[in-house]
């Protein structure tokens, strides 16, 4: 269906694969408008539950934005690849289900931004992780500068940004960068666990609990928390709420039927 994106339903979780390996996953203007149809058909998939988004390859997660594609751009090409990588990557970062970047590789650049727009990054153990662009006389275009800053804090993505620096996927997790490192064979089983093990509990909580945290991100606390007490009171109308909690009384595990 699409040449650089390849998406794999297993159950209730999705796979989703940047798919260029020969570029090293490199992210041209086709790979993300496929990204972006991919991830709306996930997104209207009522059975999906959880994502877990990838790199095809042993090398690779996404090792950034095409050169290739960016070396000849004026300015306002420029800005428009850069609007149209956060447009698909707000896209990812609003999904109604949990997302888990798995860094199999490296993860540069709009890999890296890519990595940073999912809910959580699992790393195997060999990725690399950085915002190499002022190596190639840019910024960050992929919402690196916002997004890195508000994951590990400014100084430390000044830091990253400021020296284009690739850390190893130990550092990235001492920084809060990642959520854990993992042997690359087990990489994709971890992620999956992962996946599943959200995929047990009531998806609309999920998502509403998903909500709420970024919505929190950009917003002051008594905003956050009014938000949060909109979306608690909204569990209260789903049959998942009643059925967590009569499961709980008559000590038996729940079904959940995302309704
Ligand atoms: C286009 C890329 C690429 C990229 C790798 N390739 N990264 N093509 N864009 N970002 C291609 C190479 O040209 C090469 O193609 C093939 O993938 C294998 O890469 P090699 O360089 O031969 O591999 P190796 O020597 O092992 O080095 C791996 C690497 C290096 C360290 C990851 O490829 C590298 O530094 N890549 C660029 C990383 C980077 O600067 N990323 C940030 C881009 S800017 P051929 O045809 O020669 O075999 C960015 C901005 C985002 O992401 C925001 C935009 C608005």
Redo the contacts with the bound molecule.
Sequence with gaps: MWENIVLEKEGNIAVLSINRP???N?LNTKTLLELDEALESVSKDGEVRALVVTGSGD??FV??????E?KDKNAME?RE??LL?QRVFAKLQDMPIPTIAAING?A????C?LALACDMRIASSKAKIGQ??V??G?T???A?TQRLARTVGPAIAKELIFTGAQISADEAYRIGLVNRVVEPEKLMEEAKNLALKIASNAPIAVSLAKQAINKGIDVDLSTGMAYEAEVFGLCFSTRDQKEGMAAFVEKRKAEFKNE
């Design positions: 020969r570029a090293l490199a090398r690779a090792a950034g934005a095409d050169i290739n960016m420029g690849f850069a990588g490296y540069l650049g709009g890999g931004e190499p662009e190596t190639l840019i960050p275009g992929f690196g």
